[in-house]
């Protein structure tokens, strides 16, 4: 019993780390890390928005209740691979289009 009581255990620490919100990868990134660190940092949670001979830009969203991007972070990382800026962003989405989109999903249930 102990056994299952300890794995249970280790398995809900593990399953913490996917629920870092993109402001908690935000507040842990240092200008000036690597693109490796940033990654271990972030996890599963990024992806590559955009690459260039001189800059990536990597991507985190955050979502509402309701499961919508609501707030995106943006890391920008040099031609050397190191974050040198960190960019917020927010979506809004009209409230029309949210009911919409309620009313759209309560058809189909039913």
């Known amino acids: 019993m102990k056994r299952y ?7 809900a620490l593990a399953g913490c780390s996917a629920l870092r919100t993109a402001a908690d ?4 990134a ?3 890390m690597s693109v490796g660190e940033f990654k271990r940092l972030a996890g599963p949670k990024t ?6 001979a001189h800059e990536s830009v990597y991507r985190i969203d955050e979502y509402s209740a309701s499961k ?3 707030r ?3 890391f920008y990382f040099d031609r050397n691979e190191r974050l040198f800026k960190i960019e917020s962003h927010s979506e809004d989405i009209p409230g029309a289009v949210i009911q919409e989109i309620i009313d759209v999903v309560k058809e189909i249930k039913d």
Do not use: M, Q
Not at 25 to 28: G, Q
Not at 47 to 52: N, V, W
């Open 5 to 11: 009581i300890a794995i249970a255990l280790l398995l």
């Open 25 to 28: 990868i935000a507040d842990k």
């Open 30 to 32: 240092e200008i000036g």
């Open 47 to 52: 992806e590559l928005e955009s690459l260039t």
């Open 68 to 70: 919508y991007v609501s």
């Open 72 to 74: 995106y972070k943006l």
